[in-house]
């Protein structure tokens, strides 16, 4: 029996969408590599609302977060975390053998441009790492205020991890002085899984081109100089991805990008609404996504429980991640999701619980 997803990735993709992935193949270095790719740029900065380079790479997002963190820190990355993904900034960093400290929220609280402000006095970082949509613990941070402060440090660049928001939330990558903003298929956009992508600014580029040893697959210049050159990658792409993204971009922009971004608030507003009168939420109020809901599980019942019932009315939901996994669970509101599904959703938990509708 298919299974409504409602978890914080991979979401559901419209059948139009995946007969895209069975376009025929081409070769990756041919004319018509060209145009496809410059096709998904173009659609890709108006999404994005931005004038930077658009970078693909077929891996998850965190391939092109660990590329971004190695390329671009000369001196020292200061790496902001609210939860789980956060956290992996800093793992990607230690692995890599890039100089980083790790300066984490209390859980439930966001970032805030306060204590970029503090880190960054101290003169000691040249790089800044931000989670814009943490999944584990439905934390959205206040990304353009962080990037106010962070426009004040010119040697400073602003790494952005975008891969659970974008095309679910405005970014305004220009306006906000992202110079890094990192996504991925799988969620928001709501393609299946392998491909990441990113906008990078040239002050990110001139930065990286000081660094030696930038690895080689995941090298932002690398990746940067063939684009610019004809469009193309130094290593073969995932065409399927490719043809799948460009198509599903059309049809992002044919729904309207405010329309998109006020259709996954609404949906995140029901579930707010119904999680605040039967549980309560993990993140502060005015920082909770618009595009996974974490809930307290404050009636402790066994979420294996919950979710098998859930699975025999045809729905999958997320329980908590990492050290939040006993305690809360998570309601996702990503890609093409209606609220009449929402909806039959929330009645089969109230069904399963015996909560009040």
């Not at 909806?343 to 909560?355: M, N, P, R, T």
Request: proline content about 4%; overall charge negative; hydrophobic content about 40%.
């Amino acid at each position: 029996m298919y299974k409504k997803l409602f978890i914080p990735g991979p979401t559901d993709v419209a059948v139009d969408v995946l007969d895209k992935m069975a376009t025929p193949m081409i070769g990756h270095r041919t004319k018509e590599a060209t145009v496809l790719q410059q096709s998904i740029s173009e659609k890709l900065q108006k999404l994005m609302y931005t004038e930077d380079t658009i970078l693909l790479s077929t891996s998850s997002g965190t391939g092109l977060m660990e590329g971004a963190i190695r390329s671009c820190t000369r001196k020292k990355a200061a790496v902001f975390s609210v939860g789980a993904f956060g956290d992996r900034w800093y793992e990607l960093a230690l692995y890599n053998n890039v100089p980083a400290d790790i300066f984490k929220s209390e859980p439930g609280e966001p970032t805030t441009p306060e204590m970029v402000e503090e880190v960054l006095r101290t003169g000691e970082y040249d790089v800044v790492t931000v989670t814009h949509n943490e999944t584990s613990s439905g934390i959205m941070n206040p990304c353009r205020e962080i990037g106010e402060v962070i426009a004040r440090y010119p040697d400073v660049l602003y790494l952005v991890d975008a891969v659970s928001s974008l095309g679910g939330a405005k970014i305004e990558v220009d306006a906000w002085g992202i110079d890094v903003c990192i996504s991925s298929t799988q969620k928001c956009l709501a393609l299946p899984p392998g491909l990441s992508l990113c906008s990078v600014s040239e002050r990110a580029i001139e930065a990286a081109k000081k660094v030696e040893y930038r690895g080689y697959y995941l090298d932002l210049i690398r990746l940067y100089d063939q684009v610019k050159k004809n469009f193309q990658y130094p290593s073969t792409p995932s065409l399927s991805h490719m043809y799948a993204l460009d198509y599903q971009l059309d049809r992002i922009l044919d729904e309207g990008i405010d329309n998109r971004f006020n259709r996954h608030e609404a949906l995140a507003d029901i579930v707010r609404e119904w999680a605040e009168k039967h549980f309560s939420l993990f993140a502060k109020d005015g920082y909770r996504s618009n595009t996974v809901t974490c809930i307290n599980n404050t009636k402790e019942f066994a979420f294996s429980d919950l979710s098998n019932a859930l699975l025999e009315h045809g729905f999958r939901i997320g329980n908590g991640y990492g050290p939040f996994k006993d305690t809360t669970f998570r309601i996702a509101t990503m890609g093409e999701l209606e609220e009449a599904t929402l909806l039959e959703l929330l009645a089969a938990i109230d069904e399963v619980l015996g909560l009040e509708a």
